[in-house]
């Protein structure tokens, strides 16, 4: 078993995938109204049926019993996998030679902590991004406003890499031909691949882009 402790730093801003809190129509119509919220407007937008609209478009980063903003050890496991399910069809990349990838990345890389909690760079906050999303439907095009939380340029996440075995073969039955993969070798192709697309919400508009570094143990 090998351990790599690891640091992302956000060179984008990153947005969050979690649902937001269904009482978002309260914060929202309390944030354009300082000097209180009127009963009658919640109640008026929740006939409307607005309310489960926008929680279902807004989303938001978990918070640990500190406050703490983070995201989940399975969330860097799932940027492992479509990294791996990118780069397998660029020929010439480790990931194109790793047989059933899916398979030996939840059987043999694991994250840890569980909660990988985001330090925010001095004076950074988390804030918000809002941005439309167009769909075509039977009726038309529809138009609608999704927003999430942002963490910061800068932000940075502490973990490690654990690895249960640091090769593995290339799926090839004769032994002569046989091939070994380097794992971390791969881990750092798809880290590499997070440059260009990260983390988080909307990653293909170049959200939650990172640069990495290998931290001493």
Known sequence: ????????????????????????????IASKRPE?????EVEAVERLG????????????SRN???????????VIGFFKDACGALRRAPGTLSSGL?????????LIFVQPREVVARLPEGGAVGWCQRPLRAQTPQGERVALARSESLPIGTTFDLEIVLISATVKDGKD??????????LEVIEEWLAYGQLHGLGQWRNSGKGRFAYEWLKA
């Open 174 to 183: 004769d032994e002569k031909k046989e091939k070994r993969i380097d794992l």
């Open 50 to 61: 607005l309310e489960e609209e926008l929680a279902r478009a807004t989303t938001v980063f």
């Open 36 to 40: 209180g919220i009127d009963e009658s």
């Open 1 to 28: 078993m090998e351990r790599h402790r690891l640091r992302i730093t956000l060179t984008e801003e990153m947005l969050g995938t979690k649902s937001a809190d269904p009482d978002i129509v309260r914060e929202y």
């Open 99 to 107: 047989k059933a990838y899916k398979k030996i990345i939840d059987g």
């Open 65 to 75: 019993a500190a406050g703490e903003p983070f995201i989940y050890d399975y969330q």
